[in-house]
Structures are given as C-alpha cells and as structure tokens.
C-alpha cells in the first residue's frame, strides 16, 4: 500500500546515507579515518536502501503503466472495429426482393457444377 510517509522516509534515508558518503572522505582527511570510515559504510547501506525501494516502486509503476496501456490499447481496437462495422452497416444499401410472380419448379431448380480436371502449375 502507498504512504507518502514512506516515500518521504526513503528518500531523507538516500539524501542522508549520500550526504554521509560525501563527507565521509573530507572527515577521514581532518584526522579521523574511524569516523570516515564509518561514515561511508552507513551511509552507503542508507543510500542503497533508497535506492532499491525506489527501483521496486519504479518497476510496479512501470508494470502498471504497461498493463494500463495494454488494456486502453485493446479498447480501442474494440472500438475501432465497432464504428467499422457501423460504419459498412450505414454504407449497404438495403435492397427489397420485390414479390415475383411463382417461377416454374424448372427454372428455380439449382445447377450442379462438376469439376473435372485441377492443372497446378
């Protein structure tokens, strides 16, 4: 679950733990490599603590966005095939049988083709 809390915790953490590992070299120079040392080593946990909260946080919103995109992109073709098919239903013209006079049972008898010889070439 998101809480800004949380963000802002994250990112004080990296801002502070990369603080730490820039000073850390100018402390260990004034006379105290202990503390320097120190220094560079919580502030390198911190700052990578950040960083790999940030990364997950950064992938599900990019997992998110895709499936998003995914799913709007579907949509659309969906619609897009509707107005097409509205659109060709709009474009046929609608034709009426008109009522004929009952044809002989000769005439509305179906022809049988018979196919004989196939040449592929």
């Known amino acids: ?5 949380f963000e802002l915790e994250t990112v004080l953490a990296f801002g502070v733990g990369a603080g730490l590992v820039a000073l850390a070299p ?3 120079r004034l006379g105290n490599p202990q503390l320097g040392d120190s220094m560079n ?3 390198r946990t911190m700052a990578k603590s950040g960083i790999k909260v940030g990364v997950t946080v950064a992938g599900a919103a990019g997992n998110a966005a895709r499936s998003v995109a995914r799913h709007a992109a579907e949509a659309a073709e969906s619609l897009g095939d509707l107005v097409a098919e509205a659109r060709t239903e709009l474009d046929t013209p609608v034709v009426e049988a008109p009522v004929a006079a009952k044809k002989p049972a000769a005439s509305r008898a179906k022809k049988q083709v018979t196919v004989t010889d196939v040449t592929v070439e």
């Open 1 to 5: 679950m998101w809480s800004p809390v």
């Open 26 to 28: 100018m402390v260990r």
């Open 41 to 43: 080593n919580v502030g």
